[in-house]
């Protein structure tokens, strides 16, 4: 009965991906409505998809993205046409499945949306769905209220019938899979001889002449980088709700006021006999499922005490049927509407039915009841005061941006008035090039930007304030600036001579590495060739190796195995020529049934994924697709 969430695991699994994520800065809105008339990025059959919609899934990447990376973080990635075209085909594509959809007349009911969301484990408290947990995850980490949430989910659901069975539908073959994994964990003897380009520095001779010559040729390799002296102010929400005092009778009137939110609502406990039938059944089926159940009812009014063996014996949910029907306790909003609403209009030890439901019919006995329970104030009087903190916090930052953001433009040569309005401090660093720089600015790279551009370093004037996290605005100026200059000829010649010789070495030791390898592929011995192997060590395709490269580890095993010994050769990292030897293939021992399970879920998941990119391709085919390039192409 209760299996919703098994049957669609995969978007169960995307819904909780959302929930371990917090959306607080941008609009949650958008999976909840399509704003109508221009400007729009899209249209699809028609039906547009608008700028407010790419815009609102823009700032729900780039939060995604904050949330990931944090200090690494960089806006900068989004700006690419390549990012912005990849977002709007994601929307096309939402657009495409929610038109198949209606034409297909996918719907979720009430009660289906219902026991898909009181199944998920982020709501539920001992096993059992919390409807005050449901609300506080929500609002939490997403922002959300129930009824926003419960849209996003019935879309999910309603478009699941298009895409589940495509993606389950990428089934690989047992025996491919099996080769897979033998090329996988195949291994090979390698003997490896090395011709390092050392030695032939003694044979190089490089004069002052080609280094001024290289030099001449190549200013911007021995520049010193520009570097920045500057003073910045940064305004935190965090900071804010540090220094934000809440009184307790402002407390006490929260929890007065929202009662209802620390109460733990009444919760019954009931063991049921389901006898299945389907709401679009037959009259005369239904009316041999309504009498089956009533029969049962009969029986277990006549023996209370046997109801469990009877739930085993005739229960046609088999979820309950093994623990003798108990379906443990609930709150409302846990079960169908019709189930629930017959448990809470009755008593303790009343068995009653039958109740239809979309499932069927079911003869019900309550089992147990645990009554409504307020938890007292000194309770929960901690996470109270955190939350208005928070909320007073919130207030004051967005009236304080505001005022930051015009005082730094209307004072824009000194961040004194800023600072002196809102009780910030003036910090100062050092010279100092982009990326300390950035470092202040938790990486943001516009900061960055912005700081070392020509006006602001000409003007010496602030820079606009900018958000570089969560709750988080900064502005900065330029107090002295250094360009970048090229070092002196006489300071860097001695280092580019040598810089010269061993890259003249490298190459000598490169084509005596390949002309050696020469020989050996057209057969000449080792000997002839003037090649002596090391002792040979065992490689593995997908390990990393020391002393191998990628590309190493790439010509190795592309070697035919069927002819052994087998040669090929690479660059190594010190700038010589490394010849390798294959003298042995090890083939693979057959994956047990977990391994070769796992990696049949994930062949069988990329095929399923080509097969759902394959369905949309058609679809987009089919349908009226138009993408508006200059609204796209607009920063």
Request: proline share 6%; aromatic share 8%; glycine share 4%.
């Amino acid at each position: 009965m209760f299996d919703l969430v098994t049957k669609h695991k995969r978007i169960a699994q995307v819904i909780l991906a959302l929930i371990a994520l917090p959306f607080a800065f941008f609009g949650v809105d958008f999976y909840f409505r399509r704003a109508e008339g221009p400007p729009s990025v899209a249209t699809v059959g028609g039906d547009k998809v608008t700028q407010a919609e790419f815009d609102e899934l823009m700032r729900d990447q780039q939060a995604r993205m904050r949330q990931m990376l944090g200090r690494q973080y960089d806006p900068a990635m989004f700006d690419s046409p390549e990012v912005r075209y990849a977002l709007v085909d994601q929307l096309v594509n939402q657009r495409l499945l929610e038109q198949q959809a209606r034409k297909e007349k996918f719907r979720v009911t009430e009660e289906q949306l219902r026991q898909f969301i009181a199944d998920l484990p982020p709501f539920q408290e001992d096993g059992k769905f919390s409807y005050e947990k449901y609300k506080q995850v929500l609002l939490t980490t997403q922002n959300m209220t129930p009824e926003m949430f419960q849209q996003k989910v019935r879309s999910d659901l309603t478009l699941a019938p298009l895409q589940e069975p495509i993606v389950a539908a990428g089934i690989a073959a047992k025996t491919s899979v099996q080769r897979y994994l033998a090329l996988l964990d195949q291994q090979r003897e390698v003997g490896v001889a090395r011709v390092d380009a050392e030695p032939y520095l003694k044979d190089v001779k490089i004069t002052d002449e080609q280094v001024k010559d290289f030099y001449d040729k190549n200013p911007t390799q021995f520049q010193v980088p520009e570097q920045a002296r500057f003073e910045y102010v940064i305004l935190k929400q965090d900071a804010l709700a540090a220094q934000t005092q809440v009184a307790p009778e402002e407390v006490r009137r929260t929890y007065e006021a929202n009662v209802k939110q620390y109460t733990t609502p009444e919760e019954r406990q009931a063991s049921h006999i389901l006898i299945t039938v389907k709401p679009d059944a037959k009259d005369a089926d239904k009316a041999i499922a309504k009498e089956k159940a009533e029969k049962l009812l009969a029986d277990a009014k006549a023996h209370p005490n046997k109801f469990a063996e009877l739930a085993k014996a005739n229960s046609q949910d088999p979820g309950s049927a093994p623990q003798g029907g108990d379906l443990g306790m609930f709150a409302r909003g846990s079960m169908v509407k019709p189930f629930e609403d017959a448990v809470f209009a009755a008593k303790v030890g009343d068995i009653i039915g039958p109740v239809q439901t979309d499932f069927g019919y079911h003869v019900i006995k309550v089992t147990g009841m645990t009554p409504a329970k307020i938890r007292p104030l000194d309770e929960v009087r901690a996470s109270i005061e955190a939350d208005l903190k928070k909320s007073k916090a919130a207030q004051k930052f967005a009236q304080s941006a505001d005022q930051f953001q015009n005082l730094v433009y209307e004072n824009a040569d000194s961040l004194a008035p800023v600072a002196k309005a809102l009780d910030l401090k003036v910090m100062s660093t050092p010279l100092v090039g982009r990326a300390q720089a950035a470092a202040v600015a938790m990486g943001n790279a516009k900061f960055v930007d912005a700081l070392f551009s020509p006006d602001s370093i000409q003007a010496k004037r602030n820079t606009e304030a900018m958000e570089i996290g969560p709750g988080t605005l900064i502005s900065g100026r330029i107090l002295e600036y250094k360009p970048a200059a090229p070092r002196p000829f006489d300071e860097v010649k001695d280092e580019l001579k040598l810089r010269l010789a061993r890259t003249a070495a490298s190459e000598m030791a490169q084509k005596v590495g390949r002309d050696k390898l020469a020989l050996l592929t057209q057969g000449k011995t080792e000997k002839e060739a003037g090649v002596s192997f090391a002792k040979p060590v065992t490689l593995n395709r997908n390990q990393v190796q020391a002393n191998f490269s990628p590309d190493a580890l790439k010509a190795v095993f592309q070697l035919d195995q069927g002819k052994l010994p087998a040669y090929t050769g690479a660059v190594n990292d010190r700038g010589g020529f490394a010849l390798y030897k294959v003298t042995k293939v090890i083939e693979a021992p057959a994956p047990d049934e977990q391994k070769l399970n796992a990696a049949n879920a994930r062949v069988s998941d990329q095929i399923g994924r080509e097969l759902m990119n394959a369905y949309l391709g058609a679809l987009k085919a089919a349908a009226d697709v138009k993408l508006n390039q200059a609204q796209l192409e607009k920063k």
